[in-house]
């Protein structure tokens, strides 16, 4: 049987899937009645799309970031009507009514999961070939379980909806069960998925996409061998590489680059901005020697609230560090006084900046795997399962080697714990605002020990996950919240 749920709108759907340029054309409302999106291939992969569209929507590219750095070692806030909301991340003063849980966090990755449900529930009835039914299936498979995989990251299992259990009541579901249909979804999808490369637009999943989104599942959930295993596949294909600028890598003109795996594609204009470098630009930025191509101009906005990094951070890096000439630490002002910002957790991550940014839309993307992660992905679970090896070194040290600096040998990391903590430090400075901090000190178990030794007094062992939402528990009483809430 047909079924479409009425709460989707596919009229309003846009979708920019293609091109950073070009959005999704939609055909007239009239063409968008249940029978025509779900019987014909036009009508089914506008579903498609909207599942994709969820699932990277531009405009939640600070949730990424400042959700998963402002309560690390990493991130900090001050100032602005965002502050507000910054200060229960950065303080651990959550509760389940804090609104980013729900409306950054819940309701997006919900909302890919009902539109890759109904893909997949109505597949067999499209009149279009039996390739496109397993291509299209496969793509909404391996969105559903990334979606989980998010969700479970910040709030443990959660009610898994399917097809049969879409509205209604519903438990949670257990531990075990979210982690066998989160891997069973992907591994059955990917060899209905195309190589990497032949893709039919740059966004859609194919099979690099896919094992990259299962190594990082497999890493956070500490199935190492999985996760060498999956990180490996990901590097035979032989298609990803290192692009040979670390600076270089974020601009503009280098999108799509053969080291982005899968990005959040952002264009200068409303909803399709990555907003993240108007929070990050200091008071009354003007000019700075470290960026003389970066050209702030009056159509730019400067947010009140300051996305900073932390000092005891930013003093980690070696100076000889690469990745540090991504990060402003002096700047002048419209003033034309120069400021300091190297001190009092004061710099400023620059990853993100776009002169043909618009108010405060950036059309820089946000990387959400790349190649570096695969190699580091590979050295870390390597690590887990025998130690240092000269593989794993070997992996590592690609990355350092781009950033400038030297090698690591044997004598420097000879134990299991020593390699760890050289890893955590490596995606620490890898990774600075891509949204990855949160999840790499809880997989290393030193998130809330890291924020007791700041002074969070709110961090507590049941913090290391986030709430489920008030609005959920209301909504579906045989949802439980997570101890300690």
Same mark, same amino acid.
């Given at each position: ?55 990277? !929507?531009?405009?939640?590219?600070? &949730? ?34 804090? %609104?980013?849980? *729900? ?33 299209? !299936? ?50 059955? %999808? ?33 199935? &190492? ?5 999956? %990180? ?13 600028? *670390? ?27 990555? &907003? *993240? ?19 702030? !101009? ?38 034309? %006084? ?80 020593? *390699? ?66």
């Amino acid at each position: 049987m047909k079924k479409i749920f009425t709460y989707i709108l596919i009229s309003g759907m846009v979708f920019s899937i293609s091109s950073c340029e070009k959005s999704l054309e939609v055909s007239p409302n009239s063409e968008f009645s249940p029978d025509n999106v779900l019987s014909t291939d036009a009508g089914i992969k506008s579903l498609l799309f909207s599942a994709y569209a969820q699932a990277q !929507t531009q405009t939640n590219s600070r &949730w990424v970031i400042n959700g998963a750095e402002m309560c690390t070692d990493v991130g900090y806030d001050t100032g602005g009507a965002e502050n507000g909301g910054l200060l229960t991340l950065i303080n651990y003063t959550w509760d389940p009514t804090t %609104a980013t849980f *729900f409306d950054d966090l819940w309701a997006p990755n919900y909302r890919a999961i009902r539109d890759a449900n109904n893909v997949i529930q109505n597949i067999d009835a499209v009149n279009t070939t039996d390739a496109n039914k397993k291509l299209y !299936t496969a793509e909404a498979k391996v969105i559903r379980a990334q979606a989980y995989a998010i969700l479970y990251n910040n709030f443990g299992p959660v009610p898994l909806r399917t097809p049969e259990t879409q509205t209604g009541a519903l438990a949670r579901a257990t531990n075990q069960q979210m982690l066998d249909f989160i891997e069973s979804e992907i591994t059955s %999808a990917i060899a209905d998925l195309p190589n990497p490369g032949a893709e039919a637009a740059f966004g859609r999943y194919n099979k690099g996409v896919a094992n990259a989104i299962l190594a990082k599942f497999y890493l956070n959930s500490k199935q &190492w061998q999985k996760a060498a295993d999956a %990180a490996k596949a990901v590097i035979d294909f032989n298609y990803y590489s290192l692009f040979p600028s *670390f600076e270089g890598l974020f601009r503009v003109e280098n999108e799509r680059n053969k080291e982005i795996i899968l990005a959040l594609q952002c264009r200068p204009e409303d909803p399709f901005g990555n &907003w *993240f470098q108007a929070g990050a630009l200091p008071p009354a930025y003007k000019s700075s020697p470290q960026f003389p191509n970066y050209v702030y !101009t009056s159509s730019m906005s400067n947010f009140a609230t300051m996305y900073r990094l932390r000092t005891a951070f930013t003093n980690t890096f070696a100076p000889t560090d690469k990745r540090l000439s991504l990060i402003l630490t002096s700047y002048v002002n419209t003033s034309n %006084a120069t400021v300091s910002l190297a001190t009092g957790d004061n710099a400023r991550s620059f990853k993100y900046w776009d002169n043909a940014t618009v108010g405060n839309n950036s059309g820089t993307d946000v990387p959400v795997l790349r190649y570096a992660d695969m190699l580091l992905t590979r050295a870390e679970a390597l690590n887990e399962l025998s130690g240092p090896t000269t593989e794993n070194l070997g992996l590592i040290n690609q990355v350092r080697t781009r950033a400038g600096l030297a090698n690591l040998i044997l004598i420097d990391v000879p134990s299991k714990e020593l *390699f760890r903590d050289a890893i955590l430090r490596e995606r620490g400075w890898e990774f600075v605002s891509e949204g990855k901090r949160r999840e790499d000190m809880v997989r290393q178990g030193k998130l809330i020990s890291n924020a007791i030794a700041r002074g969070i007094s709110n961090a507590k062992e049941h913090r290391v996950l986030f709430p489920i939402p008030q609005s959920e528990l209301d909504a579906n009483k045989l949802c439980t919240q997570n101890p300690g809430y």
